[in-house]
């Protein structure tokens, strides 16, 4: 299973990015983040059909979704603040339909996108 992410940048708090990641086939995926000297971290998850979680801190800000006719799946990320600062990362969960919190149940990773918000 191949995954790429795209589309992490530099913003201004308040400001908005889209991150997608093109996967190779239809999974269970998440969206997990690492900022310098903390632990990774759910951000989003989708299930194959679409039902999703969020963390409490970017719930109302954030959303995942998912087009499966391009086995790709976004993060639109609004009101973006400071600490929303990190890599980015897309994670898929094989042989599973559903997304899970903890990182160690996905399977395949992408390489990583970062996003910066200035203050």
């Known amino acids: 299973v191949q995954l790429q992410a795209s589309g992490g940048g530099l913003v201004q708090a308040g400001g908005s990015l889209r991150l997608s990641c093109a996967a190779s086939g239809r999974y269970a995926m998440g969206w997990?983040?690492?900022?310098?000297?903390?632990?990774r971290e759910l951000v989003a998850?989708?299930?194959s059909d679409g039902s999703t979680i969020?963390?409490?801190?970017?719930?109302?800000?954030?959303t995942i979704s998912r087009d499966n006719t391009k086995n790709t799946v976004y993060l639109?990320?609004?009101?973006?603040?400071?600490?929303d600062t990190a890599v980015y990362y897309c994670a898929a969960r094989s042989g599973y339909r559903i997304p899970s919190t903890g990182s160690a149940e996905y399977d395949y990773w992408g390489q990583g996108t970062l996003v910066t918000v200035s203050s």
């Open 45 to 47: 998850g989708i299930s």
């Open 32 to 39: 997990f983040r690492q900022a310098p000297g903390k632990e």
């Open 76 to 83: 639109q990320m609004n009101s973006l603040k400071f600490e």
């Open 54 to 62: 969020y963390a409490d801190s970017v719930k109302g800000r954030f």
